[in-house]
């Protein structure tokens, strides 16, 4: 093979190599990086699995959840200390309110009514978020990016909301919603669990 057909090799299998790594999984038509940076800031995370959020007979969502390391077990990952991301692709409109619902049921699920109250004015605050944002629609992308020094950021497409609502008890708390005993959606957990 001559030199410019060496070249154009290496160069396709380039290519097909960063394509592979660039997106790790896609469920639903919504491609998710394996690797992730929150903020610019702190560790890379992996992409420890993805599910997609089913309501009745319409699917709502792809989540995806990022840790700093690969996590089976639902104790584990929500044990985990350091940086998380919960990625939220929506797939149908959804207002605030149904939004908010969702988590808030998520939360009095999977949380002692101790936790509740110790978390309520935090959680109210991220409702607070949330509501400010009206309305979500197919193809926006929700972060819930937690840094331990900072605490939970909610990002819709890239662009921060509100102030980032502190500690390590809210955000594991916000994490049960989807790897609770009582979790939002079975197969979303088994999904964002790797299975």
Sequence with gaps: MNAPGRIAV???????LSA???????????KLEDRARLSGAGPELVL??????????FDVYVGGLYLTEKKTAAADAVALAGPKRVAIH??????????????SEGI???????????LKARVDGLLDIMNAIKTVRKGDVILLDYLP???????VNGQPQGRPVPGEDFQRALLRIWL???????????????G
Excluded: Y
């Design 48 to 57: 420890n699995g993805i599910g997609l959020r089913t309501r009745m007979v």
């Design 90 to 103: 929506i797939l149908r409109e959804l207002t605030a309110q149904q939004f908010t619902e969702s988590l």
């Design 20 to 30: 592979g790594h660039a997106a790790a999984a896609e469920l639903a038509g919504v």
């Design 10 to 16: 290496a160069l396709a299998c380039a290519a097909a």
């Design 180 to 194: 609770g005993d009582r979790p939002a959606d079975a197969a979303l957990k088994r999904g964002m669990l790797g």
């Design 108 to 118: 009095r699920n999977n949380s002692t009514p101790a936790e509740q109250a110790a």
């Design 149 to 155: 020094e900072t605490g939970v950021q909610v990002l």
